[in-house]
């Protein structure tokens, strides 16, 4: 007679945590993007001047703001403090740090409608990010502020601005209103330079240059809307830190000034849009 083996337990199945929310609106990113066009390029003259909280050139056709960063080269050649610029930069950083960036601004939208292109990519180093303090300081505020008297070409910003080149220098020249012998000016080769750049990585331009980017970057770990990490619900599963095309060392820091918050860190589900205080000072795990 066959004895009887006593049957193991099954063991205890560990499920997945439960899809979060930003997992199932992130995919809605590309089409709030697209939504956001019209409110930027809606030409009102009325609002000409009222200073934008993204990176799009006043002098485009189809602008309906202006440019905050032409507006503070604009303020630094003149010596004056340009308070409404600095107050919308303030507010919109306080509120949301560079979620703007990841999905309202319309220069950042063409990046990633470029990086959708099938070529490989590799992703930029973390000390890149420091260019766009760089041309903060030196194009946006001491430039102008030292030589805008001296000179016509007092907005040293807008004088080689792809973004600018983009939006309002090629359409010009296309209906006829500049030569096309401006093309061999030096933004025009910024922008011919930044196009190629964008098919093999994510997002140069906010990257290494845009200066109002690092500026919204740096309310990233104060502002009301901010990345919460929950230790409980991490998995050891990498996906925050291959979901990244910024680069961002999620697995040692969030909120950092390198990220765009386009929020496709939140698909591991330990990562979470949150608003209001009580920010987590831990940081997801990570397979070495």
């Known amino acids: 007679m066959r004895a009887m083996v006593p049957q193991q337990p099954n063991p205890p199945v560990v499920e997945s945590p439960r899809p979060s929310r930003p997992r199932r609106f992130i995919r809605l990113r590309p089409w709030v993007q697209a939504a956001f066009l019209p409110v930027w390029m809606a030409p009102v003259a009325a609002l000409r001047g009222v200073p934008s909280c993204v990176l799009h050139c006043?002098?485009?056709?189809?602008?309906?703001?202006?440019?905050?960063?032409?507006?503070?080269?604009?303020?630094?050649?003149?010596?004056?403090?340009?308070?409404?610029?600095?107050?919308?930069?303030?507010?919109?950083?306080?509120?949301?740090?560079?979620?703007?960036?990841?999905?309202?601004?319309?220069?950042?939208?063409?990046?990633?409608?470029?990086?959708?292109?099938?070529?490989?990519?590799?992703?930029?180093?973390?000390?890149?990010g420091l260019g766009r303090y760089l041309v903060l300081i030196g194009l946006v505020i001491v430039g102008p502020a030292l030589f805008g008297k001296s000179t016509s070409n007092w907005a040293f910003i807008c004088n080689l601005c792809p973004v600018g080149a983009a939006e309002a220098g090629l359409p010009r020249m296309i209906s006829g209103q500049v030569p096309w012998s401006k093309l061999l000016n030096v933004k025009y080769v910024i922008l011919a330079a930044l196009v190629v750049a964008m098919l093999f990585t994510h997002r140069p331009w906010c990257r290494m240059l845009c200066p109002l980017g690092g500026v919204l970057a740096l309310f990233n770990r104060f502002s009301v809307f901010h990345l919460r990490f929950d230790p409980s619900r991490c998995r050891v599963c990498n996906t925050c830190r291959s979901r990244c095309d910024m680069g961002v060392a999620v697995e040692r820091e969030v909120n950092t000034a390198g990220c765009v918050r386009c929020l496709a860190c939140t698909a591991c589900g330990a990562l979470e849009p949150a608003v209001g205080r009580g920010m987590a000072s831990g940081t997801p795990s990570v397979k070495q």
């Open 58 to 128: 006043y002098a485009c056709p189809l602008a309906s703001a202006s440019c905050p960063i032409g507006l503070a080269a604009s303020a630094a050649a003149l010596h004056l403090v340009p308070l409404l610029t600095i107050g919308v930069i303030l507010l919109v950083g306080s509120l949301v740090g560079s979620l703007v960036c990841g999905w309202v601004c319309p220069f950042g939208f063409v990046q990633d409608l470029f990086s959708r292109i099938p070529t490989p990519k590799f992703r930029l180093p973390a000390w890149t």
